[in-house]
């Protein structure tokens, strides 16, 4: 056949088949993958629009609760909803409306003692200069601020206060402030798993995708919530409840990073229920003294010979020594101590107070913050947990806000310390009352009506004025005292059960 017919035989073919054999290949190869990922791009995408609520993971799987019971109860007789009676152990008295108006603005504020007010109460909580500030700016709204800070209740045990806000109380907004409680009850981790650091990007795709998460929703929906994890009390078990309850505490580095792990896990676990429910929520890191705080237990490493101990403990003393009158001498002794044992926070801490006095504040401030990262009994959110509160926000496209960076502005030399704190990380009054501003300028440009930029802190002077006026002065008595008490816990002189009472966790601390 002559060359022109063969070609003008081809002319109703598809182009394809004019391609090379190895083209073909790939384009076949190219179709093949978009027809078995399109339909689940197309499910992916129909799970992120519609959210169904059975996507929220029904259990913990490594931590679950001897029994479960609602924080609040309905008070009858004047249609509001208040905090049980045997949930005061933790919270303090809360009420909200029944039914909620049209112009009501209600928002639960989640975390511990910190959101609480402690050493004091709710009244003069953030939430409750939050809640002024909002409403002296938008007099035309009603503002409830719900005060849902459980003392000693790490990120664990407010999942199930937020799925309860969630499903029954119509909130419009959510704030979690939570991170200085994750070390407080001991608990078995021996069921984690690690992954290698380079799977990280694979991890973080599978906790995002609806997909995924929906395939282990239904995987787990029959599956015992008692499996393969520890079961706590309802009420918090905190290891310095018990009297010398900082004897349980040592370094346990494996421990701390299942800790660390199962934070972000609840983290991402309450940004989705939020976004589940499509109510938006606000994260926030607590803050925390470093300058007047000193780590509240170091342990010296168990792999130094004698001779290494000796030589040790003679740099410790001869720094101690020369802390007065010779503050090169004791510096060069501290740095002596930590390389030998770098390990050991109340060196750290030492060597920033003696930088501290050299006017080395930026060197000072990072042995400070050294000693927090090594403290055996980590009391204050550290630089893991507060990366990961940032991430999540980043990862889920809410706002976060890092309490200590308002905290360092308000204190000297931008290093917080009792400038801004009462004890090692609950705000004045006078911070509380800067954090409820701070936060009511945020809410405000993220989800109402934008007012022009006037000073807030001066607009409310007279309300809060007003409102500590109103403040019975025995309410700071009893702040006082509970102070004491808080100071003696965390040195592990709590007036509970000796801590040999205390259940002895397999894999535990």
């Known amino acids: 056949m002559p060359e022109e017919s063969r070609r003008g035989g081809q002319k109703g073919r598809p182009f ?17 993958i978009i ?62 409306s029944h039914k909620k108006s049209r112009d009501t603005f209600r928002i639960f504020c989640l975390g511990g003692s910190t959101v609480q007010g402690r050493p004091y109460s709710v009244e003069t909580s953030f939430t409750s200069w939050l809640r002024l500030a909002l409403q002296t700016k938008h007099p035309e709204k009603k503002f409830e601020v719900i005060n849902c800070g459980g003392v000693s ?30 070390f407080l009850e001991d608990r078995s981790y021996r069921f984690t798993k690690k992954f290698a650091p380079s799977l990280d990007p694979v991890l973080n795709f599978a906790r995002t995708s609806r997909l995924i998460q929906s395939v282990i929703s239904l995987a787990n929906h029959n599956r ?9 009390d309802l009420q918090v078990n905190a ?66 010979n004698q001779e290494a101990s000796n030589k040790w403990k003679s740099h410790l003393k001869a720094a101690s020594d020369n802390m007065r009158d010779d503050l090169d001498k004791a510096i060069a ?108 300028s945020r809410i405000q440009s993220h989800w109402l009506e934008s007012y022009p930029e006037l000073n807030l802190e001066k607009e409310v002077e007279t309300v809060f004025s007003e409102h500590l006026r109103s403040i019975p002065s025995v309410y700071y008595l009893i702040g006082m005292e509970r102070l004491k008490g808080l100071k003696a816990w965390t040195q592990g002189r709590a007036e509970g059960s000796p801590i040999e ?9």
């Open 35 to 96: 027809l078995v990922f399109l339909p689940l791009l197309l499910i992916e995408a129909a799970l992120r629009i519609s959210s169904p609520k059975w996507l929220e993971p029904n259990f913990d799987p490594l931590i679950g609760f001897s029994s479960n019971q609602p924080l609040f109860e309905l008070n009858t007789a004047n249609a509001t909803f208040r905090i049980r009676k045997n949930q005061l152990r933790s919270f303090a008295q809360n009420t909200f």
């Open 224 to 232: 015992s919530a008692g499996t393969n994890h520890s079961t706590l």
């Open 501 to 509: 009472n205390h259940p002895d966790i397999p894999d535990g601390i």
């Open 239 to 304: 290891m310095l409840d018990y009297e010398r309850g900082i004897e349980r505490y040592h370094r346990n580095e494996a421990w701390q990073t299942s800790v660390e792990d199962h934070f972000r896990m609840n983290i991402h676990r309450m940004l989705r229920i939020c976004s589940g429910h499509h109510v938006p929520v606000m994260l926030v890191s607590p803050c925390f003294n470093l300058k007047d705080s000193p780590p509240f237990k170091s342990e010296a490493s168990k792999t130094l």
């Open 153 to 182: 209740y790490a990120s664990y045990r407010l999942v199930p206060v937020l799925q309860e806000c969630l499903n029954q109380y119509d909130p419009d907004l959510i704030l979690i402030c939570t991170g200085n409680n994750e």
């Open 16 to 32: 394809f088949l004019h391609l090379p054999r190895l083209h073909k290949r790939w384009i076949f190869r190219i179709s093949t």
């Open 333 to 440: 002794q501290l740095q002596k101590a930590l390389s030998i044992d770098k390990g050991y926070a109340a060196t750290w801490y030492a060597l920033g107070q003696a930088y501290l006095q050299k006017s080395h504040f930026q060197k000072a401030k990072q042995c400070f913050q050294q000693a927090l990262e090594l403290d055996v009994c980590p009391l204050r959110v550290n630089t893991a947990l507060r990366a990961t509160l940032k991430q999540a926000a980043k990862n889920w496209s809410v706002p976060f806000y890092d309490l200590q960076e308002l905290a360092a502005e308000d204190s000297a030399l931008g290093i917080v310390g009792n400038e801004f704190l009462i004890d090692h990380v609950h705000p004045t009054i006078r911070g509380h009352q800067r954090i409820g501003i701070e936060l009511a």
